[in-house]
T-cell receptor
């Protein structure tokens, strides 16, 4: 059974700091991995999709990496801003469905 | 380009009642998946619809059922509501059930069961 774990559960950093969010999964036979952002009480916004054949994807200040052999993905956020405050969820895609971690809640202090 | 839309935004029901939630997929998408997100948890997969049929189902009881219409929109029905059904219900759309396709989510429906 595929399990997805995100550490830490919560993170508080000062504005401008670079940070890394971690995601681990137990079954390396995944197809893709997707990172999402969720603001309180809202839906999910897709940030990055990494296909299983890729090692990383970049979008603006975000960079996501994927290491299937070790069952890990990281989301790197450069020069964090207060507007980055949200919950970040990773999800592995297997069999067409998403299996989510519990998320990391990020607070960026001005 | 319209994204995924869901209705209603919020809903309050009492135990034992039935509820119907609605979802319209992103333009050009033909596959709809439903997820339940309890407070403080990651979303859990309920089921997926493609070509008007349920293609996959997560670990949810038969009280949860759905439908997909010819225009690809979808409904989620929950019968005999329990307090534990209180959650944010999220709809996601993608292009066919292929494993390589990015999924896009709607804003969700907040269901409260009293």
């Amino acid at each position: 059974k595929q399990e997805v774990t995100q550490i830490p559960a919560a993170l508080s950093v000062p504005e401008g700091e670079n940070l890394v969010l971690n995601c681990s999964f137990t079954d390396s036979a995944i197809y893709n991995l997707q990172w999402f952002r969720q603001d309180p009480g809202k839906g999910l916004t897709s940030l990055l999709l990494i296909q299983s054949s890729q090692r990383e994807q970049t979008s603006g200040r975000l960079n996501a990496s994927l290491d299937k052999s070790s069952g890990r993905s990281t989301l790197y956020i450069a020069a964090s801003q207060p507007g980055d405050s949200a919950t970040y969820l990773c999800a592995v895609i297997k069999g067409g469905k998403l299996i989510f971690g519990q998320g990391t809640t990020l607070q960026v202090k001005p | 380009d319209a994204g995924v839309t869901q209705s209603p935004t919020h809903l309050i029901k009492t135990r034992g009642q039935q509820v119907t939630l609605r979802c319209s997929p992103k333009s050009g998408h033909d596959t709809v998946s439903w997820y339940q997100q309890a407070l403080g948890q990651g979303p859990q997969f309920i089921f997926q619809y493609y070509e008007e049929e349920e293609r996959q189902r997560g670990n949810f009881p038969d009280r949860f059922s759905g439908h997909q219409f010819p225009n690809y929109s979808s409904e989620l029905n929950v019968n005999a509501l329990l307090l534990g059904d209180s959650a944010l219900y999220l709809c996601a759309s993608s292009l066919n059930p292929g494993t390589y396709n990015e999924q896009f989510f709607g804003p969700g429906t907040r269901l409260t069961v009293l």
